[in-house]
């Protein structure tokens, strides 16, 4: 690892020294241990033991419980290479200044923080879990530890404050770009911030934004993606309408490889737009466009407005065909879908 390089470990104090005996206890058995083994020598009930077991599957902890038999640790999270990425992104602006989290609040509340403290662009904040990730309009945004990719890159563009959001655009279209690369499976882009594969979320974006109005002081631009999540590890509530890489390819995809490509990606699209404008990552984002000739509606002040979606214009604003042939520009909003 190129010396050079800051890769800072962060392990949560959130697990508390009961959970990790538990683990040690699972790690150095190569069978089942059993609940009452586990609870005398810890010196808790079984049943407190059952909430550390439950509590650690969580964590991507992958435990087997038999009647009878007891626990066997089968699989632990899988962590990112960081030494993997670092190589493939030493020549990068963001490949310089790491934060690993094996769990954390929020990446982006983490790197906005970072940024308010003089923190350089490129810093880049991982996190294996969050427990209050958020994604566009306050959603909670949840992911199994260890199989997804949950990060936040800290961005000081020399932009206007009305430029700023065009970079959710930049962001999705190298995202879906890194996706189709090392998965190679097609991607679209849901306006404004949403990756879709088939009619199904596989990640999405939020970016937040500080300055004045005439000059951005920073960007952090918070990414969230399926990697290898299982369909039983997905919320309840989102089985019908989320997916994964590994559910769609039918096989694992190696996260260290998605972020270190996602990362490179990133940065190539981010220096085209601040040089040269944002005609590269609009005609990416129109060639995935998800939403295009669908018939939506869109979420305003002033009620629901239906009409057909007809791609998105210069400034990265929906434009909506609505009766009669009038056209509207939409700005945000909330977009369902008509079915």
């Known amino acids: ?87 493939r992104t030493e020549k990068s602006a963001f490949g310089r200044s790491f934060r690993y989290y094996d769990e954390i609040e929020s990446t982006n509340a983490e790197a906005k923080a970072l940024a308010n403290c003089g923190a350089p662009e490129g810093t880049v904040v991982i996190a294996e879990a969050q427990s209050a990730g958020r994604g566009r309009l306050g959603r909670r945004w949840t992911s199994p530890a260890g199989k997804g990719l949950l990060f936040s890159v800290l961005l000081r563009p020399r932009l206007p404050m009305n430029d700023a959001h065009m970079l959710t655009i930049v962001a999705a279209a190298a995202a879906a770009e890194a996706i189709e690369a090392i998965a190679g499976i097609p991607v679209h882009i849901k306006w404004p911030n949403d990756l879709f594969i088939g009619d199904r979320k596989a990640g999405g974006i939020l970016m937040e934004v500080s300055g004045e109005q005439d000059e951005v002081e920073w960007v952090v631009v918070g990414i969230g993606i399926n990697v290898n999540t299982e369909y039983s590890e997905l919320p309840v509530a989102l089985r019908r309408t989320a997916t994964s890489l590994k559910m769609v390819k039918g096989e694992p995809v190696d996260r260290s490889e998605l972020l270190a490509t996602l990362l490179l990606s990133l940065e190539t699209h981010y220096k085209d737009a601040v040089a040269n404008g944002f005609e590269r990552a609009l005609a990416s984002f129109r060639n995935r466009d998800y939403l295009l000739h669908k018939s939506i509606s869109v979420e305003t002040r002033e009620g629901p407005i239906s009409g057909s979606a007809s791609g998105v214009d210069d400034r990265g604003a929906l434009l909506v065909e609505l009766p009669h042939r009038q056209v509207r520009r939409f700005h945000s909003g909330d977009v369902t879908l008509h079915p």
Do not use: W
Request: glycine letters at 10%; aromatic letters at 6%.
């Open 1 to 87: 690892m190129d010396s050079s390089v800051s890769v800072i470990y962060i392990e949560s104090n959130r697990m508390s020294k009961r959970k990790k005996t538990v683990i040690d206890i699972l790690r150095d058995s190569p069978g089942f241990v059993s609940g009452e083994a586990m609870s005398a020598q810890l010196g808790i009930s079984r049943n407190a033991v059952h909430k550390h077991v439950k509590s650690l599957r969580g964590r991507g902890y992958r435990i087997l419980g038999v009647s009878r038999r007891g626990y066997k640790l089968e699989e632990e999270p899988c962590r990112l290479s960081m030494g993997f990425i670092t190589d």
